[in-house]
């Protein structure tokens, strides 16, 4: 990288000394005037902001396709930006034809012998970018990008062959970052596939229900008096946390004084994200939305609970709001091998689960890595000193 770093320095050096010349986007680029009728789009060739993918993520292909009238037409090379919720960074660099909505922009550029195409998406899909939209965004709930104020943007424009060695540099790092997403993915469906065979029992193993392997089954309760909310550290006068359901990124709600679950339990979420199940550490508090599990540690691990819940059919009763409730999952019936089996299946999935699932080592720690390599060049490398006249 430092290879490249000096070169990308010597053709400045060389090409641009003194600087280079910044341009608001519609000096450069314009928005696509051009029409395509319905008839010719199909699920691979309609783009609309529904299937542009968050995080810069490009996109995936359409559910939906219209049958009727003429839509936007956009060109291989042309940029196309979701414009509803611009806080959701959707952008895509157009490999073929296509067509899209009046909710993505389609940004054309008037003379590619100026401006590179490539140089151009990562130019709009930092985050400055990204922030200078929002700031111009209108509305509350569903804020809408400003056409007109986007095409006030300042980007730099440096000589072609600077900006065709920034997007070879940049280009290398997101593929290898693709490299490393492709060799996590390989390594959790091998962790599925050994799962899976561990945690599959013969006729010697003995089958009941969770109410007969658990000292307790209860569903959550309503918020504590004294609690600081929101995913801070715990503080010395809210030390305890507070679970609710949701992913867990989004299951601890906020810190409390006391605790009502003095021993590790298997939380499930019975709204919202049904089923979603993980460990927790002794003294929280659940709330409504989550059903706690306190598991007869005579008779069974919590983590071999936690596993074992990832390959059961949990479901969920009926009515208008699909939820679990207590009955229910005391009902589920699962396979509880001895206790020793238990640890040594538990210790297998403990180091797959942390190769693939842990940030702090393995392929998830050199990808998160290796973005935050991305990041820093990528922001050093599309800064520029404007030229002065």
């Known amino acids: 990288m430092t290879n490249h770093i ?10 641009c000394p003194n600087g280079v010349k910044h341009e608001e986007l519609r000096d450069v680029a314009q928005y696509s005037k051009q029409r395509i009728a319905a008839i010719e ?11 542009l993918l968050p995080n810069k993520q490009g996109k995936t292909t359409s559910n939906y396709v219209p049958t009727t009238g ?9 940029i196309l930006l979701g414009n509803i919720r611009p806080y ?25 012998e100026e401006l590179r195409s490539e140089f151009l998406y990562y130019l709009l899909s930092s985050d400055d970018f990204f922030n200078f939209d929002m700031k111009f965004a209108k509305g509350a709930k569903m804020p809408r990008g400003n056409k007109y104020a986007i095409l006030k943007f300042k980007i730099p424009l440096p000589p072609l062959a600077v900006q065709e060695e920034i997007v070879k540099i940049l280009n290398s790092f997101k593929e290898l970052e693709a490299e490393l997403e ?5 390594r959790k469906k091998q962790y599925e596939y050994y799962r899976s065979e561990l945690l599959t029992f013969g006729d ?62 298997v939380t499930i979420s019975a709204r919202g994200t049904i089923g979603y199940h993980a460990v927790r550490r ?46 229910n999952v005391k009902k589920i019936k699962i396979p509880v091998p001895e206790l020793a ?34 990041e820093y060049y990528r922001g050093k490398l599309l800064s520029f000193k404007e030229y002065a006249n």
């Open 341 to 374: 089996e238990q640890e040594r299946i538990v210790s297998i999935l403990d180091k797959f689960d942390a190769l693939v699932n842990d940030i702090s080592i393995g392929l998830p720690a050199e990808l998160a890595a290796r973005r935050l390599q991305y």
């Open 182 to 186: 492709a060799e996590l993915e390989a």
């Open 204 to 265: 010697g193993v003995r089958w009941t229900t969770l109410d007969e392997v658990c000292l307790s089954i209860t569903a959550g309760g309503d918020l504590p008096e004294n609690y600081l909310k929101g995913q801070n550290m715990p503080t010395k006068e809210f030390p305890y946390p507070i679970y609710s359901n949701g992913t867990d990124d989004k299951a601890l709600y906020g810190h409390t004084d006391g605790y009502k679950i003095d021993s590790e339990a």
């Open 88 to 112: 959701l960074k959707k952008v895509w660099r157009a490999t073929h034809v296509g067509g899209t909505n009046g909710d993505v922009l389609v940004i054309q550029i008037n003379d590619k």
């Open 41 to 51: 789009l199909d699920h691979e060739n309609y783009v609309g902001v529904d299937n």
């Open 282 to 327: 002794a003294k929280f508090t659940p709330i409504v939305r989550l059903i706690t599990l306190i598991p007869n540690t005579k008779i069974i691990m919590s983590w071999f609970l936690n596993y074992i819940l990832d390959i059961t059919e949990i479901g969920h009763s009926g009515g208008s709001i699909p939820q679990l409730t207590v009955p």
């Open 6 to 15: 000096s070169k990308i320095e010597k053709l400045i050096a060389e090409l």
């Open 70 to 78: 003429n839509l936007t037409r956009f060109e291989s090379g042309d």
